[in-house]
């Protein structure tokens, strides 16, 4: 999850991560990382420290009074020897400070995530998704996703075994400020249905009417 209020930063960090494999999920606020970290597991969580209401500093120490192993990253304008100090002590495990490589971030973020044995991939049943290579496999074939197929994909894996809401999933996929309509997350499905949900293997994504939708093997 990154978390930042300045939209010029965090969209293209956003693509760049997610282009080296990573699914990121944006939140401009406080408010808003603390309320996407309780419907939701993050591996990792990049955060700036100057913003409106809830401050990173105080989100910092938040997240770790309820999750002490997650690694938190500063990545702020705040570059005093006390600010770096402080951060440290207020539960980070990194401080990297703007304007910064990207390269140097990537580094960094590579090595948190291998310092908590964050997995490659995630499964279900004969399904996986290699998350370092971008790669999906299901039995014996390969599958190719685009870039919100991957996204919805790695959610569904992280939420198998319950109703996800429509708002849920286009919030996840296109964040507050972008949203579409309910039409554009309809296509996404359909997408990778056919990619994936394909016989004789039994479907993963179900249609909850009026609700959502449910990933899983049915029995």
Not at 5 to 24: H, I, M, R, S
Not at 49 to 56: D, F
């Amino acid at each position: 999850m990154l978390i930042d209020d300045e939209v010029e930063l965090t969209k293209p960090l956003q693509a760049f991560l997610q282009q080296q494999g990573y699914f990121v999920t944006i939140a401009q606020s406080g408010e808003e990382g603390w309320q996407l970290w309780q419907r939701e597991k993050f591996h990792l969580v990049i955060l700036d420290w100057l913003m409106p209401g809830l401050s990173g500093l105080d989100l910092c120490r938040r997240l770790r009074q309820v999750d002490p192993t997650v690694p938190i990253l500063f990545l702020t304008a705040k570059d005093t020897l006390d600010d770096r100090v402080l951060g440290l002590e207020m539960g980070a495990d990194d401080y990297l400070v703007k304007p910064f490589e990207l390269r140097e971030l990537l580094a960094r973020v590579r090595a948190l995530l291998r310092r908590v044995n964050y997995p490659p991939a995630l499964s279900y049943g004969n399904l996986s998704l290699d998350r370092d290579n971008s790669l999906c496999r299901r039995g014996g074939r390969v599958i190719h996703l685009s870039d919100k197929e991957l996204q919805l994909l790695h959610f569904f894996l992280q939420n198998p075994h319950r109703v996800i809401s429509h708002r849920e999933l286009i919030h996840h996929l296109w964040g507050e400020e972008n949203s579409p309509n309910s039409n554009a997350l309809v296509a996404q499905i359909k997408l990778l249905r056919r990619k994936i949900d394909i016989p004789p293997d039994p479907p993963l994504i179900h249609t909850v009417y009026g609700k959502g939708y449910w990933f899983g093997q049915k029995n």
